[in-house]
């Protein structure tokens, strides 16, 4: 009865592949979002998505692309894996846009970058 | 988008209530206060937030100043496993309300 899952947990691959990591929630929330938690341990919002708008921190490359294939998944694909993208991925979804509603967070994938 | 300023790290003796601050002086009148912990290895955690008035869950309470320039979390009886970073967030103003993180407090909760 897992709220938000991830997987893999864990990703090792090699500098050039592609890979993509799943979420899914059965929440019933709107709104799903991956965050990116680097080596020093700061997380950075990547992408927010719900039903109708995608939005796109204009910082990530546009080697990451998210994918939606229903309300209660949101997969993250990244193309041309670079040293640099080696983190903890998070993923986590909301109810809706509200001031009131929180996050869940999903257990995260540590990808390293061979 | 109001900034909030934390201490890098606190200690707290297991049994004891952890005080852990957060200054947001910038805060705008309609920008809630969250926070969120982070167990080590494990995806952040919802604890409780606020607009103006103190909260208190099963988790923790919130004490919000009256200017709300300022707020603290209370853990009234820290265990072991409260040893976490705690964030302290005010909430973007957008559509989508997005969180903007800062480094934290590292919580140590000693025996």
């Known amino acids: 009865d897992t709220a938000v899952s991830q997987t893999p947990k864990y990703l090792v691959t090699q500098m050039g592949n592609d890979k993509s990591i799943k979420c899914e929630q059965n929440l019933g929330h709107d709104t799903m979002y991956w965050y990116k938690q680097d080596s020093k341990k700061f997380l950075k919002i990547m992408f927010s998505?719900?039903?109708?708008?995608?939005?796109i921190n204009e910082t990530v490359p546009n080697r990451f692309s998210p994918k939606s294939p229903d309300k209660a998944h949101l997969n993250l694909h990244i193309n041309s894996l670079e040293l640099g993208d080696s983190a903890v991925y998070f993923c986590a979804s909301r109810k809706n846009p509200g001031q009131g509603s929180e996050q869940y967070f999903g257990p995260g994938t540590r990808l390293t970058v061979t | 988008d109001a900034k909030t300023t934390q201490p890098p790290s606190m200690d707290c003796a297991e049994g004891r209530a952890a005080n852990l601050p957060c200054n947001h002086s910038?805060?705008?009148?309609?920008?809630?206060v969250y926070w969120y912990r982070q167990i080590h290895s494990q995806g952040p955690q919802y604890i409780i937030h606020?607009?103006?008035?103190?909260e208190t869950n099963e988790m923790a309470s919130l004490i919000i100043t009256e200017d709300r320039k300022s707020s603290t979390l209370i853990l009234p009886h820290a265990t072991l496993r409260d040893t976490a970073v705690y964030y302290c967030i005010v909430r973007k103003r957008d559509s989508n309300y997005q969180l903007i993180w800062g480094a934290g407090t590292k919580l140590i909760i000693k025996p």
């Open positions: 998505y719900n039903n109708k708008e995608l939005i």
């Open positions: 606020g607009l103006k008035n103190n």
């Open positions: 910038t805060i705008s009148g309609n920008e809630y």
